[in-house]
């Protein structure tokens, strides 16, 4: 492997896990590498059992995940932080299809490379989708 | 009326009140079970939902059920989930649906599989309720796949998407709904409706929002047969609101299959009252042979008669 790719690799490699640590004490990420804490008030929605990006489905009870009983629905606590900060429309803008192909990369990355926008959607996506 | 393809769609559309009804396939091969329990519905509702594996539960599929109705001249309303599906296998049936002569779909986001019968499966969770919606109404707007790829014969479905207005957050609801309409929804229909306060105060803001000028809304009304039925969904089923009371006055009843009938009617005149509910949709609980008697008790017969473009392949 020539020096180049090796530095590239390790960079690589640097960046993902310093993402990966940083995220996963403070928002339990899972790496979808298409991060969008910034429009969901820093609740991660990728740790709702359906992966849930675009609002809550018709489980809830009691403000109650139907799965996990003893844990808040994920989007009742994004609708209450993105209503304390102001931030409602950001919650009611529809957000692209999950691209799968990003899945366990570094998100910080991928918007530095252009592969996600600022808000955390994959530019792919939004192209094929026209969204 | 000539232009529509799917009977729903037309009434809707010339300002009939609908009736529809859910149908469970069976948890079998027997296809006899479904011949059999047609008679509840032929002539009685407008639209019959099949659900899609409701509650995670293994059924017959959803399109197969589907076929048989449209092949003994019903007009079924296909329920499509997320739970078991990628957008490939979503797309595919899509256009299998609409080749075989099914003319309305439920987008849905579904039941968790751990909710079911095999906890142990993989959900699938490809895309969501809002994102499957889009996808089909631009297969079937925009002649494109998911991928932005050409359809040469698009598929004509009249869309639809569930709303439960008693999950929270209930504040929020009524804008989730608009996100599903801007997304592609056409119709949409309710969780059964059993508390008729938080009910109101939802369609309040329905209206106060504008929302059922652009979307028609069916009303999901469940008749139980005992009490029995309503005490295991409260505890079981989530994302429901069941009044104490109600399960009070099912258990004090003289007769209470007589009483889920009275407490249906009750619920359907009072939906019927609603500004801005356009239907309403019956989802007995394993009592399919009540449907009949709630639509004529509700004085909603005859049924109003509508011509719609018939399918070619569906009538070779």
Same mark, same amino acid.
């Given at each position: 492997m020539s020096m180049s790719l090796l530095l590239r690799d390790v960079g690589y490699g640097i960046c993902y896990n310093a993402e990966r640590i940083a995220k996963v004490v403070l928002f339990r990420c899972s790496m979808c590498g298409q991060c969008i804490l910034r429009s969901t008030?820093?609740?991660?929605?990728?740790?709702?059992p359906k992966q849930m990006r675009n609002g809550p489905c018709g489980g809830p009870t009691g403000g109650m995940? #139907?799965?996990?009983?003893?844990r808040k629905c994920i989007w009742v606590r994004i609708y209450k932080r993105n209503r304390f900060f102001g931030q409602l429309p950001k919650t009611e803008r529809r957000m692209t299809p999950l691209d799968w192909e990003l899945w366990e990369s570094a998100a910080w990355l991928n918007v530095v490379t252009k592969?996600?926008?600022?808000?955390? #959607?994959s530019r792919r996506t939004k192209e094929e989708f026209q969204d | 009326m000539a232009g529509y393809l799917s009977k729903l769609e037309a009434l809707l559309k010339t300002r009939q009140f609908v009736v529809c009804a859910e149908l469970e396939p069976p948890q079998?091969?027997?296809a006899e079970a479904i011949y059999r329990k047609m008679k509840y519905y032929r002539g009685v509702v407008d639209a019959i939902n099949v659900t899609d594996s409701a509650s995670a539960v293994v059924r017959m599929s959803s399109l197969a059920v589907s076929t048989m109705l449209v092949r003994e001249g019903l007009e079924p309303v296909l329920q499509m989930t997320c739970r078991d599906r990628n957008r490939i296998a979503l797309q595919g049936d899509i256009l299998g649906a609409a080749g075989l002569g099914v003319r309305n779909v439920l987008c849905l986001t579904g039941d968790h599989q751990t909710l079911g019968d095999h906890p142990s499966a993989k959900g699938v969770f490809d895309l969501d309720a809002c994102n499957f919606l889009r996808m089909v109404r631009r297969m079937r707007?925009?002649?494109?796949?998911?991928?932005?790829g050409e359809i040469k014969t698009e598929p004509r479905l009249f869309i639809g998407a569930g709303a439960n207005p008693?999950?929270?957050?209930f504040e929020w609801r009524v804008r989730h709904l608009a996100k599903k309409i801007d997304a592609g929804a056409e119709f949409v229909q309710t969780q059964c409706i059993f508390d008729l306060e938080r009910f109101d105060k939802y369609m309040e803001q329905i209206r106060a929002e504008g929302i059922h000028e652009r979307v028609f809304i069916i009303a999901g009304i469940s008749p139980a047969k005992s009490a029995r039925p309503l005490e295991y969904m409260k505890e079981h089923v989530s994302g429901l609101m069941i009044p104490d009371a109600l399960i009070a006055r099912m258990k004090q009843a003289h007769d209470p299959q007589a009483e889920g009938i009275a407490v249906a009617l009750e619920i359907i005149a009072h939906v019927r009252q609603t500004p801005g509910i356009r239907g309403v949709h019956l989802m007995p609980l394993k009592w399919a042979s009540v449907i009949p008697t709630i639509v004529k008790e509700a004085g909603l017969l005859p049924r109003p008669v509508v011509d719609v473009t018939a399918h070619p392949v569906a009538n070779a």
């Open positions: 008030g820093f609740v991660c929605p990728m740790r709702c995940c #139907e799965v996990y009983r003893d592969k996600i926008t600022l808000s955390g #959607e | 079998s091969a027997n707007d925009d002649k494109r796949f998911f991928s932005g008693f999950a929270e957050p």
